[in-house]
Nanobody, 124 residues
Framework: QVQLVESGGGLVQAGGSLRLSCAAS????????VGWFRQAPGKEREFVAS????????SYADSVKDRFIISKDNAKNTMYLQMNSLKPEDTAVYYC?????????????????WGQGTQVTVSS
């Protein structure tokens, strides 16, 4: 079993930055895919960014491209999301996830383990 714990969320003004962390406990595999999703009130959970653990292939949603950077530390079993130039529309609960990636990097069905979420609020 794999458990994921997000941290780093909080309140920030528009234009500011936050760095989210996702720490995994338990066994992980080199061919796993890790990613970030977010869910705003009244909206569906949407893809933000993902990265393959061994190769490092990255994918970003158009809404965060050139603003967010996903990275990982294999030795620490930790994934990060550096969020820059934050906008009020980035406000959401952010979830990290890990899975096989068999449906592709952008799809929730590719992820079997999920964290509890961390709140990110961007004020105007």
């Amino acid at each position: 079993q794999v458990q994921l714990v997000e941290s780093g969320g909080g309140l920030v003004q528009a234009g500011g930055s936050l760095r989210l962390s996702c720490a995994a406990s338990g066994r992980t595999f080199s061919n796993s895919v890790v990613g970030w999703f977010r869910q705003a009130p009244g909206k569906e959970r949407e893809f933000v960014a993902s990265i393959s653990w061994n190769i490092g292939f990255q994918s970003y949603a158009d809404s965060v491209k050139d603003r967010f950077i996903i990275s990982k530390d294999n030795a620490k079993n930790t994934m990060y999301l550096q969020m820059n130039s934050l906008k009020p529309e980035d406000t959401a609960v952010y979830y990290c996830a890990l899975g096989t990636g068999n449906f592709g990097l952008r799809y929730t069905l590719s992820y079997q383990s999920w964290g509890q979420g961390t709140q990110v609020t961007v004020s105007s």
